[in-house]
Structure formats: C-alpha cells, structure tokens
C-alpha cells in the first residue's frame, strides 16, 4: 500500500461544499430509520449493550451450572421450567447456553458495539466527514443486524432449544438433528442469523473501507489518522476478506442438514443406530472454512480495541502515542499474518502434522508486530503526566489484559505444547482475556470517553472508577486461573467436573471461579446505573472535556447532523500533546501549525 | 488523593501479577506416564518460565509508569528519538521471536516429528479405539495380529457395535472391549483412531496424547507408556449430551499381567 497515492487531500461530495440544508426529519426518520452514522452507530451500542446483557445472564447459568454442580436452584426452575427443571440444568440446556453465551458475546455484543457501533461512530468524524460513504447501506445494515440477533435469540424457543454445538458449530454433531437436541431447527436458525448477520456485517465493513478510502478531510493523509481508524480501516478489510467463506459453509451446512448433500458427512456415519445415506464429505473441511473466518474474526474484535486504548492513552498521558509509525505497521502487518494462520486451531484435528508445523511457525511470528504494538502501548506511558480518569484505568486494563492474554498465545501457538492444551480451559482462558477481555475493557473505555461526545452528559467518574475496580480485579481472576485449569487437563464445554477421578481437585477452583463470576457480574450494575443516570442527570459536557486533539473534538457535544459546519481542513497529524497553544497543552488536528 | 489512587492502582497490576506467578507455580498438570510427555512437559516448562518472567516483567513496569506518572507535574521528552524507536522495536522483535520461534524450534519440533514422524516400531501393540455417543469402542487383533472387516450396515449397538463381518477369518480372534484399553509397560502403543458419528477428542491427560476421532479418517497415535497404574480417557471434542462423562479406562499393565488380562477379554466375550 502507498501512502504517496493515498496521501493527497482526497475530495467528494460529501466533504466539499456547504453543510446540507436541514430537511428537519421527523422524530422517525431522524431517530429510528436514520442515515445519519452517529444514530446508527448509538443504535448499534445499545441493541449490543442489550445483548450483553442476555449473554451475560447465560454466563451466570454457565458459572452456577459449573460452581455448584448438583445444587437445585429452586427459584431458577420457576423461571426455566424446560431448562432447569428441578432447579438443575439439563445437559442440552448448558450445551445451548454455552453455544449461545458464545455467540451472542462474540457476533452480538463486541462485534455490534465495539466494532460496528464505535466504527460508525467514530470513523466519520475522525476523519472529518458529514457520514459513511454509504449513509443508506449504513442504516440497513443496522437493521438486517436488529433481525439477525432477534432471531438468533428467538432459536431458545423452537423445539429442542437453541444450537448446542458451540459456537463453532463443527459437524457431524450440526449437522444432523439427531445427534444433539440443539441440532433440531435451532441450528437452522443459528446458521439463518449468521447467514443476516455476515450479510450486515459486510456492509458495515465495505462502508468503513470506503469512508477511510474516500471521504477523508483534505489535508488528512493516512499517516495522520487516529490509530483508532487505523484499527477499524484494517479490521473492516479483514472482515471483507474473511466472512464470505463462511457465508458459503454456512449454505453448505444449511444443504447438508436440510437438503441430503454431503459437503461435511463422510460416508458410514451411524448416529441414534441408523446409517445415514450420506457418502464423500469431510468434517475438517467444515473446520478449514469456519477458521479461515475465525482467526481473522478475533482481530476484527481486537484491533479496534487496541486502536481506541491508543487514542485513550495520550490524551491522559498529555503524550503523544509511543511509535505512532511503527504501530500502524504492526496493525498492516498482523492483519496480512492473521490471514494464514486459521490451522492453529487444528493442531491435533488430523490434519497434517506438518502443515502444523508450518501454522506454528507463522503463527508465532505474529507475536513480533504484536509484541511491538503493546510495548509501543506501554511506553507511551513513558514520561507522562497521568491522570487517571475512568477512561484511562480501563485503557490501562487494556494494556494489561493484552499482555497476559497475548502471552498465552505463546502457548497455544505452539503445536507441541498445544497437544496438551488443546480443546481445555487454557483456551476458554486465552480467549477470554483476548477477545474477551481486552474488548470489554476497550468498550467501556471507549464509553467512558465518548459518552459526553455522543450524548452531551458526562458520566460519573466515582461509580465508574469503582465499576473498573469491580470489573478488572474479578475478570482478570477468572481466567487467569481458568488457564491453569486447562494445564491440570480440564477440558473445555463440560457440563459437570464430577465425573473423571483427575478433574476432582478442579471443582474447588471452579467454585473460585464462579464467585469471582458472580462478583464481576453484580459490579456491571454500577456500569448500568451510572450509564443511565448520567444520561439524564450528567453534568452537561463542553465540547472537548478532555483536552484531547482529534477531529470529533471540534464539533459540539453532541455534535449537529452533518458533524461539521464547515469542512474541517487538517494540519496536523492526531497526536499533538505536549505542545504550547493558546488551548492549553495540546493543539486539535485543525490549529495550523507553526512552522507551515 | 491522587498519588494514593496512584498507588492503589499500581499496586493493582504488580499484586496481580506476583499473586499470579505464586499461584502458577502451585499448580501441578496430571503425573507424566509417557516418554515423549517429557518432552511437552519440557515445552511447557520452557514456556511457563519465559513466558511467566515477560508477565511479571510487563505487569512490573505498567505498575512503576502509573506509580510515577501520577507524581509527574510536567511530561518527560515528547518523543524518544526515532533510533530508541526503531532500536526498541527491533530489540523486541528479535526478541520475542528468539522466545517463541526459537522454543518452538529447539524443544517443540523435535517432540512433534518423534511422535508424528517417527517410524512405528515393530513391537507396538496396535489398538483399534472406535469412538461413538458417548463411549470407546476398543478393539485388539487377537494373535492372528490382523482386525477382522466391518461394514457400516451391521453395526447394531446391542449386538454388533463395531459392525463386524461374521463370516471374516480376520475377524474371529479379535477382542472387543468398552471403555477398557490395556497396554504393556515401556512397549510402544499404536492406536488407530475412528469415530461413528460425530467428532470426539481421545485423550490422555497423564501421557500428553489428544487427537480428534474424526469420521471418515483414521489417524493414529504412537506413543510409549512409561507408569503401571490406572488412567483416564477423556472426550475433549464436544461431542454431546454426555461429553462430560464420555469415560474410559486405560491399564499400564507387565507383560504378564497383559497377556492375562487379553485372555480374560476374549474369555468374557465369549471366545468369538
């Protein structure tokens, strides 16, 4: 890629010209059914705030389920009378709660929130346009995503409950309903919702590509864009690039269930005491095509939470980033690695022993730009003047949960140490921390951040220190044991550690695990309470609180339809802190510099 | 107030990580039972230390940068030279790909080609494991050393899990059991995997071994038990209802014990 040809001040409509003439929309067109990409983008925020909240209520099933085995929740049978019976889970409920927990926090809350909802949020008005290139695509993409996740949580009510096959979904066990209870119609409709949701998720992305593309204020090269857009323009190429294999599986498994092909059954196959008349198909295709998604996917998750920490950081650091152009090469480089290295996650499938070598190695290799990035992160802490809002405890959460996250990649992607790991908690450990947690801290973060800009109030800084101490201390507990469940053996989506002799001395860490669960959900209700009352009682915010440089600052909080009056004309690249102006310590991207 | 938040938050991460360190190093994995387990164990090992020393290192410093920034009334030197930047990029690059390529190649590919690459010795014991919802299928060729045919279309859970062919002379001395797998003590194991319906995961805690039973293929596994004693299988693929409790047995036994053991089988299966 050539910054030179990307570098001039691109023009377009949508940033040239006069603001446009103020139609006064309706409370409909101007609320529900908007183009406008700060509506969206907050649309986006609260329908994946909602479903957090429902994966969270799954997460606590799972943890009582895996905290107190046996124990007869009375209460909760009231209120799950299929699932919990006698107030004890049924086997298929915890599969389909594991599945769904999965899939509603991966696709429906970061991916919604994080990447979707700051995506559009942020990206316009960081890079001085009116909208997305794309303002109606924009708005149905919001809606096909509203259907696709009312869907998805629909499937908890069709016969034999919601998909119970992870939320990897790997045949046979998806691919024919007599093999699990979730593999009835929840599956269909599981692969349904994926199906809307790639289809929504694509426009959103081609829409960021473009907008970074072409709607960029003049005199904003690429080099002096926010990391955040950086993180979003390189996450939203990957997301182009890797979803359409799975839309295919996703019709291919759809074939298979409904209409006798055999693109993952093999021929043999004997579930429930009957043959199936299937003949040719490969399971591990189903797993090449799922990954060839799946490892791109979790940086599509996690390069905008990077981004938004580094554009966090300085402005309570008064510091520019550390290595502004190191670190947009680390983001170029981990997204064409992240690429062609989906067969880590089928080290011990039967593939190949040596592709596994060869995916081991060039995994690894990702540890080097990564590893740069985080210590660029780091060291932007280096010489700072620090205030320690809530924004920036979670910034700093960030940082931390990447390190140990990132570090037990050093493990997994090593084949041979993966023999052992493998398909354990280390995993659930792992990707927790990564995908997991770096994006939530990263989301509440950005929250914290950005709710004056978005609503106009400021949140409360008491309750939201509190709820970072109430979220870190906890989050960082669960799976950071959780890893060392995975080297005592302990293997991943069991319902009960109850019945192998050597998983006995397990179920008092998972005791642990759960209260520590328990703890880390009831501190969210701080997030909820402050989130809502601020909203309504917040101090009334200026239009840049934080002192800080980039172009979404110069607007008003929040700011106008159309974003900008007249066309922002950009000086300065996004980190300029530490400088003398008459603002104060720090000169946004529009104040002319003094040597041009 | 603000030096004390300082502090707490600093004392935050550096509790953290030392808590964590302390209580990795209590953790113990399952007793070792194979010979090339060592050498994931030494994979392991290599990679607790490194790894674990970076996380206490990282976490060390994040905590120094807050306890000190929240002192700081003006900020250090806007930017570090662009030769500290390129510098303390490459030191790290370098660095991190010495620990992660350089384990991965001295200690890890030498365990993987021996236990992947490595020529099946002639004195394996060879066991067919057929794995289904929610149990292991084990299957010894008998002293012919050959497994009788199977077909797809006679397996009856009852009475023909495996699917046998009666008429197959192969097939007359092989020893079926459930959930049951003996081998010899220091005598290498060849298992050949399979599934009937849907993919699990064998796996050996105490001998570093887990491969996925896919249907359609039959990989294997050689490895060289080293303990006499009483282990568990477990299913690590989520294969099910009862995942969970997909157990089964796996007997390091003498050579002497063995042979009674396959005879006593073969006796309960009613001398097929």
């Known amino acids: 890629m050539s910054t030179h040809v990307l570098g001039g001040p691109p023009r377009s409509p949508h940033n040239v010209g006069p603001a446009p003439v103020e139609h006064e929309p309706g409370f409909i067109r101007r609320y529900v059914f908007s183009t406008d990409h700060k509506i969206i983008g907050i649309q986006y925020i609260l329908t994946g705030l909602v479903m957090a909240i429902a994966g969270a209520a799954l997460a606590t099933l799972i943890r009582l389920q895996l905290g107190w085995p046996e124990h007869h929740w009375l209460w909760l049978s009231r209120l799950l009378p299929v699932g919990m019976p006698s107030g004890v889970m049924t086997p298929e409920f915890y599969l389909a709660v594991v599945t769904m927990h999965g899939t509603i926090m991966v696709f429906f809350f970061v991916s919604f929130v994080l990447v979707s909802g700051f995506g559009n949020y942020l990206v316009p008005l960081q890079v001085g346009a009116r909208d997305m290139a794309f303002p109606f695509l924009n708005m149905l993409s919001y809606w096909i995503a509203l259907l696709s996740a009312v869907t998805m949580l629909a499937s908890f009510l069709v016969e034999g409950g919601a998909a119970a096959a992870g939320w990897t979904a790997y045949p046979p066990l998806s691919a024919v309903a007599a093999a699990v209870p979730g593999s009835q119609m929840g599956q269909t409709i599981w692969l349904l919702s994926m199906a809307l949701f790639i289809a929504s998720f694509t426009m959103s992305g081609l829409n960021i590509v473009a907008t970074v593309f072409s709607v960029r204020a003049p005199g904003l090269s690429m080099m002096r864009l926010p990391l955040t857009v950086w993180s979003y323009f390189i996450a939203s190429i990957l997301g182009l690039l890797a979803f359409p294999p799975l839309t295919a599986a996703a019709v291919m498994l759809l074939l298979d269930r409904h209409f006798g092909t055999s693109f993952f059954l093999p021929s043999g196959l004997i579930i429930a005491n009957k043959v199936l008349p299937n003949t040719g198909g490969s399971p591990l295709l189903w797993q090449h095509l799922f990954w060839f998604l799946g490892h791109p996917e979790v940086y599509v998750l996690i390069l905008p939470a990077l981004g938004i920490a580094c554009d966090i950081l300085p402005a309570f650091t008064r510091k520019p980033v550390f290595g502004y152009r190191i670190s947009v090469w680390c983001l170029v480089a981990v997204g064409c690695l992240s690429m062609i290295v989906w067969g880590h996650h089928m080290f011990v499938s039967g593939m190949s022993p040596f592709s596994g070598e060869y995916f081991s190695l060039v995994t690894l290799t990702i540890t080097v730009p990564m590893t740069i990035f985080g210590v660029n992160m780091l060291a932007s802490l280096w010489g700072a003047k620090l205030q320690l809002t809530t924004a920036m405890l979670f910034s700093l959460g960030v940082i931390a949960l990447f390190g140990s996250g990132g570090l037990g990649g050093l493990f997994l992607g090593n084949a041979t140490a993966d023999m052992q790991l493998h398909d354990t908690y280390f995993v659930v450990g792992h990707f927790h921390m990564m995908i997991g947690g770096v994006t939530l801290l990263a989301t509440f973060g950005a929250i914290y951040f950005w709710f004056p800009k978005m609503f106009g109030r400021m949140m409360n800084e008491t309750l939201g220190k509190l709820h970072f101490w109430f979220t870190f201390a906890p989050f960082f507990l669960i799976f950071f044991m959780q890893h060392f469940l995975g080297l005592q053996g302990a293997p991943r989506r069991y319902y009960a550690f109850t019945a192998f002799d050597y998983l006995q001395k397990t179920r008092g860490q998972n005791l642990v695990i759960s209260i520590a669960a328990m703890v880390l959900i009831s501190g969210q209700f701080l997030f909820l309470v402050n989130f809502v009352w601020s909203l309504f009682r917040g101090h009334r915010a200026a239009a840049n609180p934080w002192h800080a440089t980039t172009l979404e600052w110069t607007v008003a909080s929040p700011p106008p339809h159309g974003n900008f009056d007249a066309v922002p004309v950009v000086q300065r690249w996004a980190y300029e802190y530490g400088v003398q102006t008459i603002d104060g310590d720090f000169a946004v991207q529009t104040v002319p510099s003094v040597s041009a | ?272």
């Open chain 2, 1 to 272: 107030m603000k030096t004390l938040e300082g502090w707490l938050v600093s004392l935050l991460f550096a509790g953290t990580a030392i808590a964590g360190v302390v209580y990795g190093s209590g953790i113990r994995m399952p007793e070792l039972a194979s010979r090339h387990g060592a050498g994931i164990d030494a994979m392991l090992a290599y990679l607790l230390v490194t790894v674990g020393g970076l996380f206490l290192a990282g976490y060390l410093a994040l905590a120094y940068f807050i306890w000190r920034g929240v002192r700081r009334a003006e900020i250090g030197p806007r930017f570090a030279t662009r030769k500290t930047e390129i510098l303390l990029s490459g030191a790290l690059g370098l660095g991190m790909a010495v620990i992660a390529e350089g384990g991965v190649l001295a200690i890890g590919m030498p365990v993987w080609q021996e236990y992947f690459a490595a020529a099946t010795p002639a004195d394996a014991i060879t066991i067919d494991v057929t794995a289904q919802q929610f149990m292991w299928n084990v299957r010894y060729p008998g002293p012919d050393g050959r497994f009788g045919r199977t077909d797809p279309r006679l397996v009856d859970d009852s009475s023909n899990p495996l699917g046998l062919v009666p008429d197959d002379p192969a097939g007359k001395d092989d020893v079926v059991t459930l959930n049951e797998i003996a081998v010899v003590v220091n005598r290498p194991v060849r298992i050949q995997l399979r599934s009937k319906d849907v993919i699990h995961s064998f796996f050996l805690p105490n001998f570093r071994v887990k491969q996925d039973a896919v249907p359609g293929m039959t990989p294997e596994v050689v490895f060289v038990p080293t303990r006499t004693g009483e282990f568990e299988i477990a299913c690590a693929e989520l294969c099910g209802l009862a995942h969970y409790r997909m157990r089964g047995f796996f007997h390091v036994l003498t050579a002497e014990q063995f042979e009674n053991w396959l005879r006593l089988q073969s006796a309960a299966a009613g001398g097929r």
